[in-house]
T-cell receptor
């Protein structure tokens, strides 16, 4: 079956530090890959996505590259801000049936301090 | 509406009670999903509607869980004879329905069974 594994949190960084959150996946077919973010008290929001191998998704300074050879989709940001503090979820859809049926990882909490 | 609306925001039920959770999707969105998010975990798929048709209910954990969307808009997730293990945040999401259409999530209903 499909599964997503992401690094456990919490991740605590100082403002302007470099961020990497690792994500690897197992899937049948050719999945699309996503990062969702959940800010405190808010619903899940799509942060970025990539639909095929070697695609790079980017948004708000965050980037992730779809690496088929390593089945990975690591999230990176060059300089984090306090406002980036949130829980980040890696997810995939298998594109083999139900439109947009997402399989999520367990989430990684990011805490950015001054 | 501006986004996916869920009600109530919080629900406390005594074990054995029935509960009903409501989801108002974004107008015009044909696909509607329910997810269950246990504390510290990622969301897990429960069921999926395309208009009024329930196309996938493979994630419903038991026959105590029932979902409907009779007119292809508002959806209700009903849990009968609630148990403590049903305590979780229940998320609703909607999309335009094409493959890779982004999901728009509501803020969820936090259910606590005492």
């Amino acid at each position: 079956g499909n599964s997503v594994t992401q690094m456990e949190g919490p991740v605590t960084l100082s403002e302007e530090a470099f961020l990497t959150i690792n994500c690897t996946y197992t899937a049948t077919g050719y999945p699309s890959l996503f990062w969702y973010v959940q800010y405190p008290g808010e619903g899940l929001q799509l942060l970025l996505k990539a639909t095929k191998a070697d695609d790079k998704g980017s948004n708000k300074g965050f980037e992730a590259t779809y690496r088929k050879e390593t089945t990975s989709f690591h999230l990176e940001k060059g300089s984090v801000q306090v406002s980036d503090s949130a829980v980040y979820f890696c997810a995939l859809t298998a594109n083999t049936g139900t439109a947009s049926k997402l399989t999520f990882g367990t989430g990684t909490r990011l805490q950015v301090t001054l | 509406g501006a986004g996916v609306s869920q009600s109530p925001r919080y629900k406390v039920a005594k074990r054995g009670q029935d509960v009903a959770l409501r989801c108002d999707p974004i107008s015009g969105h044909v696909s509607l999903f329910w997810y269950q998010q246990a504390l510290g975990q990622g969301p897990e798929f429960l069921t999926y509607f395309q208009n009024e048709a329930q196309l996938d209910k493979s994630g419903l954990p038991s026959d105590r869980f029932f979902a409907e969307r009779p007119e292809g808009s508002v959806s209700t997730l009903k849990i009968q004879r609630t148990q403590q293990e049903d305590s979780a945040v229940y998320l609703c999401a909607s999309s335009l329905g094409q493959v890779n259409s982004p999901l728009h999530f509501g803020n969820g209903t936090r259910l606590t069974v005492t």
